[in-house]
Nanobody, 127 residues
Framework: QLQLVESGGGSVQPGGSLKLSCAASGLSSNAVCMAWFRQAPGKQREGVAN???????FYASTVKGRFTISRGRAQNTVYLQMNNLDVDDAALYYC?????????????????????WGQGTRVIVSS
């Protein structure tokens, strides 16, 4: 079974940067779409970015130009570099995987398309 473990969350001031990591184990192949979601207190979980097995990213409009999603060389690690953070970015960030589409992601940032989830890592943005 696929397991996802996030790390890298923490506290940062507005305008600061953080880099999140997601380590995947139990992958039967590298043909997996990976994504980051986030959920702020009192809000629904929302998609942030995805990346297909070829390394092509897709971003939500709220983070485009500030966040960068990437895959590690071994394909079993996914990163989210977050720059110019603001208070609206504070949330619990989740890593998710979709192994149903043979590594393709398209523009999907829908929870229902992702079957495997990590436990989350918290990002706090405060002055």
């Amino acid at each position: 079974q696929l397991q996802l473990v996030e790390s890298g969350g923490g506290s940062v001031q507005p305008g600061g940067s953080l880099k999140l990591s997601c380590a995947a184990s139990g992958l039967s192949s590298n043909a997996v779409c990976m994504a980051w979601f986030r959920q702020a207190p009192g809000k629904q979980r929302e998609g942030v970015a995805n990346i297909n097995t070829y390394g092509t990213p897709f971003y939500a409009s709220t983070v485009k130009g500030r966040f960068t999603i990437s895959r590690g060389r071994a394909q079993n690690t996914v990163y989210l570099q977050m720059n110019n953070l603001d208070v609206d970015d504070a949330a619990l960030y989740y890593c998710a995987a979709n192994s149903k589409w043979d590594g393709r992601c398209g523009s999907s940032l829908l929870e229902a398309d992702f079957s495997d989830w990590g436990q989350g890592t918290r990002v706090i943005v405060s002055s």
